[in-house]
């Protein structure tokens, strides 16, 4: 595992983790899980291990889920799935398929972490879903490293993030990121993290179709393109200057195969440039796509364009930098 920059806790918007009831037993530790955008997704060689080496700039949004967790005396793990937000009102399709059964990775990320430590305490955990399942936009993922802290919190696990992070390696590729402190670089299959600093905070909307798309069957329709090194860092440099000069240089790998194997995206990109989104894109392997934009107000109206044109599941969000 390498990494640069972990923080503990950063994926609380606050930059904090919010307990409730101090760090006795049965104390709840709330906490905040975001969403992520790719704003760049290079594909560049299929490994050995039949994962694919990538290249990616990937940038957390205010989008998020929330986590309660509370430490039981009797071992176990129970997890509770409620959804809302924007996700609350819309039809169940677009929310996704999240089970709360041991398949779950909250369960299995929580169940790793008392087996490595020894803990024979159990939890509850209550989670709030406002990220949609089957997007690309990390849900899954940072909620596995969201329980990650919030357990070690709860049971009094005294870990450095990064023992948490190779935990979380070991568990899903992008779960590693959630713990690099912000916008970051991410290389190999996921694992390789390098924090970037001076993202701009911009506002962006995020659309997600009813239909999800399958990581697997994406990346096996990809082309690998080992041209691609080096673009996320030269993407980063350029959002420093503006959006301007970075815009040519926001790509996502995946975007043709996605829109071949789904009708959605293709035209969910399409509605996205015509109401006026700035080089739309697809979010890692979809089926959610998003558009920067230049201002809240903008922001804002291409919200509700989308919404005229019928895709219910929109989230107008800010890049958390």
Not at 12 to 17: S, W
Not at 99 to 105: F, T
Not at 164 to 176: C, E, H, K, Q, R
Not at 177 to 197: I, K, L, T, Y
Request: charged share 20%.
């Amino acid at each position: 595992m390498s990494g640069v920059g972990y923080r503990r806790g950063w994926f609380l918007i606050q930059q904090q983790v919010l307990q409730h009831g101090g760090a006795s037993a049965g104390a709840t530790v709330t906490i905040h899980a975001p969403a992520k955008l790719n704003l760049s997704l290079a594909v560049l060689d299929r490994r050995p291990d039949g994962y694919h080496d990538i290249e990616s700039l990937m940038v957390p949004v205010t989008l998020h889920d929330t986590l309660h967790v509370t430490p039981t005396a009797e071992p176990g793990i129970s997890l509770r799935v409620r959804w809302g937000g924007r996700l609350g009102r819309v039809d169940p399709a677009f929310a996704g398929d999240v089970p709360a059964g041991p398949e779950n990775l909250v369960i299995r990320a929580a169940e790793a972490l008392a087996h490595e430590a020894g803990v024979d305490q159990g939890l509850e955990i209550d989670l709030l879903k406002q990220i949609p399942s089957g997007a690309g936009l990390g849900g899954g993922s940072s909620d596995a490293a969201a329980v990650l802290q919030a357990a070690a919190d709860a049971w009094q696990i005294d870990w450095p993030v990064e023992r948490l992070a190779a935990l979380g390696a070991t568990l899903g590729s992008d779960i590693p990121w959630f713990f690099a402190g912000g916008p970051a670089v991410v290389c190999g299959r996921g694992e390789r993290v390098r924090q970037v600093e001076g993202i701009p905070p911009l506002p962006a909307v995020i659309v997600k179709p009813a239909m999800s798309l399958s990581t697997a069957a994406v990346y096996r329709e990809c082309k690998p393109d080992a041209t691609r090194r080096g673009d996320a860092d030269q993407l980063a440099d350029a959002l420093r200057r503006g959006l301007r000069a970075a815009i040519p240089l926001m790509y996502n790998a995946l975007e043709p195969p996605a829109r071949g194997l789904a009708a959605d995206v293709d035209r969910l990109l399409n509605d996205l440039r015509r109401a006026g989104g700035l080089h739309p894109m697809l979010t890692g392997s979809g089926s959610a796509c998003f558009a920067i934009t230049r201002t809240a107000a903008e922001a804002r109206h291409l919200a509700a364009r989308m919404e005229a044109l019928g895709w219910p599941a929109v989230f107008p969000v800010r890049l958390c930098a």
